[in-house]
């Protein structure tokens, strides 16, 4: 299920694969929003760039995302001044809002057409019990001395307690956008596609970026490929976990209302619109979970159409997508570089789900650390910290699912008989005392897999909502043939013929 973003861009240029030898001074893996950012402001400084990109330019998160471009990462600010002081919470909103102007001067200098607005964003209740956090936020934010607003009235269809609203946020059309920078530097600096990242190891001149045709020699790499592929010795699959979440486009035949809104607790539901081809466009997003957990139809997008169903009877469901992002254990992105032990090797990465602002900062923060300049936000993202461990919780929830899903499930038996399982959908089922992955296509054709995650073993889950195989460790996913669609991992799965 393609996003809204991807079915109304038509993209211009296509990129060549990668297939010879070549040298540059910063090799950017991955090319979403962080990816391209960086390329756009080091191209602009004169650094020869070289992105190389496994699939097609934010073809994943980055074209998948809802796209609200604001400061505003939910009731964050009052867990930031409690976790980490008041300092730390000010630079962090500071780094922020300066993001959303960054990005808007790249879009007037570049004169990128991409649907950006100016809107006001919200994060509100329904609920008694959830009104007094949003008092808390308002409160904490006066003490950064931030002009945002308790209201109790905004645009939604239905009643609410109370919001806290930031004026002056914004939101675009994320493809325009990133395509729109790679326009403005194409021609500047070379842009690989359909080109995996293999290793990427040290040399007498930094780095040596593999893929399978050719490699890349350069000064200083950058890690812009989401989750890292590369597990030591950076350890991020200990402290980092990915979180799906699904959206719904909707026309609601009706005038629709402005804004930009998210509640103030899980579960979470958000809204936005979208001018599509003159016509407003409703955005439901939310139901978020793990990836790898359980989810059906019903649970996911089952539950935003019947919020638009709700306020909206004579709606149409025009679009259906999800995707996921990663999330650091203390929920602050890691920006810098990737360990102490890998000099200019860089990383940007646990945007949890605030990456439209989050991929500018770190951006600027990677590009100055290249330069050798000080960033001033730099020290609130440090990649290489030791803070998570503070969220006991969920470090001890990653231990018991990995730990679970490479060794504990593995010995069990899976309780699932091969004629168990119906038609257009997959499971795991026992063949000789080895696990095998089942999907049998709508006509019965079976496609046979070994479910395990080609990232580090884990035992991969079946996702009745997508077809794919997902793994509940760290979050990579595989089509049911096994071809791997997400990172981590970037190895297929085994196949088995099945006749
Ligand atoms: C449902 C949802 C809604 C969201 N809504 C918002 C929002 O409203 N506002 C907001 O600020 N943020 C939002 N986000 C978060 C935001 O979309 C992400 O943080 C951001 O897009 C991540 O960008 P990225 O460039 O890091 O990753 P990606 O866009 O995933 O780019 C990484 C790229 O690296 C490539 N890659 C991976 N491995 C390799 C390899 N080995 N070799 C070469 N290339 C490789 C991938 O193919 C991919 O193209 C949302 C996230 C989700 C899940």
Redesign the pocket.
Known sequence: MHSLWLETFDKKQNFPKLNSNISCDVCI???????ITCAYYLTKLGFKVVV????EI?????????????SQHGLFYNYLINSFGTNFARKYLEANENAIKNIKKIIDTEKISCDFRYQNNFVYTTSLEDLHSIKDEVSALKELDFPCEFVTNCGLPFKILGACMFKNQAEFHPLKYIYGIVDSIYKDCQIFTH???TDVRQSSHGYICYTNNGNVQASNVIL???YP?INIPGFYFLKMYQS??Y?IAVDTKENVFNGMYITAAEPTLSFRTAKIDGKDLLLI?GQSHKTGRYCNFESSYGVLEKVAKTYYPKCEILYRW????CVSLDKIPYIGPYSHYTPNLYI??G?Q???????NVAANIIVDMICKKQNPYASIYSSVRMKPIKNRNEVKNMVVQSTKSIMLDKLAPSNLKFDDIGLNTGGIVEINGSKVGIFKDSRGKIFAVKPVCTHLGCLLSWNDVDKTWDCPCHGSRFDFKGKNLY?PA?KNLETYNFE
């Open positions: 893996i991955g090319a979403g929003i962080f990816g190389l990109e496994k699939d934010a073809s994943k998160t980055s074209g998948h995302t809802t796209a609200k471009i604001t080109t995996t990242v812009a490929c989401h592929f799906s979440s959206l997003g999800n995707t996921r992002d940007g990465t945007f789900k605030w990456g439209m602002t989050s991929s990172d970037i």
